[in-house]
């Protein structure tokens, strides 16, 4: 049972469009974060939720927002997309333990 | 130097073979550590955790942490071409909460029937 879900699984943006990336979860987990990963790259992380309250990585762009309107979703907006910003994107969720990811959304900038 | 190193590899071995993963790292701060298994186009999928020092083993699958020598290890026994798949190791000084994972590269893992 997918317990951590992203839509969509891939998503093609124009060069410069808003997109905006969702996150669900049903774990109930209080932190919730936002990951991306290029190819043959580590994820780095762009921000978390704890709770409410939201925390940005220093080196994340402004270009990246994020919104968490209640406990179960997560989005990540991407104001104007740049062809570097092609990557895939993952949604983390953790309580007490490690994280646990979603399957990722694959973003191609056009 | 990077917080955590891990060669990409690839790694390619013969289906039945036992697997061998390394990471190392230079934070003495990290006492969770973690290996992701993430197949090409999906998410990671955690595999194992362990705490501190010491093995941990689950089915094929078992974890070594050695603090002294900031050195982990993932061992895969009876290896299966189900299990070619890029393994990451991830650690973090702190369970709970928010937690900073630093992740290594990922090692690309290819058995071969």
């Known amino acids: 049972d997918a317990m951590v879900i992203q839509n969509p699984r891939y998503q093609v943006t124009q060069f410069g469009k808003p997109v905006t990336l969702s996150c669900s979860q049903t774990l109930n987990h209080n932190v919730m974060y936002w990951y991306q990963q290029k190819s043959s790259q580590a994820p780095k992380l762009l921000f978390h939720?704890?709770?409410?309250?939201?925390?940005n990585e220093a080196d994340t762009p402004d270009n990246f927002q994020s919104r968490r309107p209640n406990t179960s979703f997560c989005f990540l907006d991407i104001r104007s997309p740049g062809l570097g910003d092609a990557a895939m994107y993952l949604c983390a969720t953790s309580r007490d333990s490690s994280a646990f990811f979603g399957q990722g959304t694959r973003l191609t900038v056009v | 130097q990077k917080e955590v190193e891990q060669d990409p590899g690839p790694l390619s071995v013969p289906e039945g073979a036992i697997v061998s993963l390394n990471c190392t790292y230079s934070n003495s701060a990290f006492q969770y550590f973690m290996w992701y298994r993430q197949y090409s186009r999906k998410g990671p999928e955690l595999l194992m955790y362990?705490?501190?020092?010491g093995n941990k083993e689950d089915g094929r699958f078992t974890a070594q942490v050695d603090k002294s020598s900031k050195y982990i290890s993932l061992f895969i026994r009876d290896s299966q071409p189900s299990d070619s798949a890029t393994y990451l190791c991830?650690?973090?000084?702190?369970?709970?909460?928010?937690?900073?994972?630093?992740f290594g590269i990922g090692t690309k893992l290819q058995v071969i029937p």
């Open positions: 362990t705490y501190s020092s």
């Open positions: 939720y704890y709770d409410k309250d939201f925390n």
């Open positions: 991830a650690m973090t000084p702190n369970s709970g909460g928010y937690q900073k994972v630093t």
